[in-house]
């Protein structure tokens, strides 16, 4: 990009390799980074003759420094693990973001919103139940506050979305566990909390088509986000029923996985791809604790930095700009393919 003009600061983070977040909090702050880095970006300014919309910015500061991250539930590792490095970039950008937990009640979705207001936030990120939010509410208050969705989409709310590929998830175990041995049953929930497994089982049944496989869906009952629970208890049905039409296993997401390892030890069948194994399993996510259960979990792993650097670096945009986008941004990263011991 060098010799050409820079029109915005995401460019200008890009050809000066400073963060967006540190950039930012330099032209709103520049005594609030370190010197040296400070050093780096003044150079960078003088180098490309990169001048910011001063203008824009001042108007900015006029905004609260409030920024609201608000997911299904805090509990769960996979959102306190995304939810960590959002907020970490948020306060290096110089926000203060506030974190909360909807706990899977669409209810208590809507008065955090309602609250938020109150806080008169300069932006928000929210990961949204899915199925079960207020899609009303949610699009009132995206029309009041710059919001950019992250992790589960609610198609056409907010200014933007930002998650992962479920589609390279699914492909990519249901090919490895298809090239390594019998191809894979799916194993998910009758009424999932989270779109994101509807996404999945569709890409199981193309993929399984693409190979030339007949799709085999293992539905289990259970609702909320008790997942852990519900896939051993459906697991144990299943096995005691000797309902599984395969014996590789390819659960929806990870928490449920746990759960069928965990009926998989108590009916004393072991699970893994060696000698006297009765079952492979295999699942989605990459959950923080999925290489510490017996066996370690074969999984699809998000990529949990890209996801949460985007989200932020977006919303960042969004506040900086002024303004809003006139179209509806999407972006997805892909998963990457972890081999475990399970399959």
């Known amino acids: 990009m060098e010799g050409?003009?820079?029109?915005?600061?995401?460019?200008?983070?890009?050809?000066?390799?400073?963060?967006?977040?540190?950039?930012?909090?330099?032209?709103?702050?520049?005594?609030?980074?370190?010197?040296?880095?400070?050093?780096?970006?003044?150079?960078?300014?003088?180098?490309?003759?990169?001048?910011?919309?001063?203008?824009?910015?001042?108007?900015?500061?006029?905004?609260?420094k409030n920024i609201g991250i608000v997911v299904p539930n805090l509990a769960d590792p996979f959102f306190a693990e995304i939810s960590r490095t959002i907020e970490r970039r948020c306060l290096d950008a110089g926000f203060k973001p506030t974190l909360y937990g909807s706990h899977g009640d669409p209810q208590l979705e809507t008065e955090i919103l309602d609250n938020l207001r109150l806080l008169k936030p300069a932006g928000t990120l929210i990961a949204p139940l899915g199925r079960l939010s207020d899609k009303g509410f949610i699009e009132a208050f995206c029309r009041d506050v710059p919001t950019v969705l992250f992790d589960s989409n609610l198609e056409g709310l907010g200014e933007a979305f930002v998650g992962s590929d479920n589609y390279s998830f699914v492909s990519q175990t249901v090919d490895y566990l298809s090239r390594t041995g019998e191809a894979p049953c799916f194993f998910e929930m009758k009424n999932p909390a989270n779109p994101n497994a509807n996404k999945r089982r569709q890409a199981y049944i193309d993929k399984m088509h693409e190979l030339g496989h007949a799709p085999?869906?293992?539905?289990?009952?259970?609702?909320?986000?008790?997942?852990?629970?519900?896939?051993?208890?459906?697991?144990?049905?299943?096995?005691?029923?000797?309902?599984?039409?395969?014996?590789?296993?390819?659960c929806s997401n990870d928490r449920l996985a746990i759960g069928f390892l965990s009926a998989c030890y108590e009916m004393g069948l072991r699970v893994g791809s060696g000698d006297g194994c009765a079952l492979r399993v295999a699942s989605h996510d990459d959950h923080p604790y999925a290489r510490f259960t017996c066996p370690s979990l074969t999984t699809a792993a998000h990529d949990y930095d890209s996801v949460s650097s985007q989200s932020v670096d977006t919303l960042m945009s969004i506040i900086e700009s002024g303004g809003r986008p006139s179209t509806r941004n999407e972006q997805l990263f892909p998963a990457k393919l972890i081999l475990r011991s399970s399959a």
């Not at 400073?18 to 960078?44: C, H, L, M, Q, W």
């Not at 085999?216 to 009952?221: A, E, G, P, R, S």
């Not at 896939?231 to 039409?245: C, E, V």
């Open 4 to 64: 050409q003009k820079i029109r915005n600061m995401e460019e200008f983070a890009e050809v000066s390799g400073i963060s967006r977040p540190t950039v930012s909090k330099y032209f709103n702050d520049p005594d609030s980074v370190r010197k040296s880095t400070r050093g780096k970006i003044e150079a960078a300014l003088e180098e490309y003759d990169y001048r910011p919309n001063i203008f824009a910015i001042n108007q900015n500061r006029k905004l609260t």
């Open 216 to 250: 085999k869906i293992v539905q289990i009952d259970g609702e909320g986000w008790s997942f852990e629970e519900i896939g051993r208890a459906g697991a144990l049905k299943a096995i005691q029923d000797k309902s599984l039409p395969t014996s590789t296993v390819l």
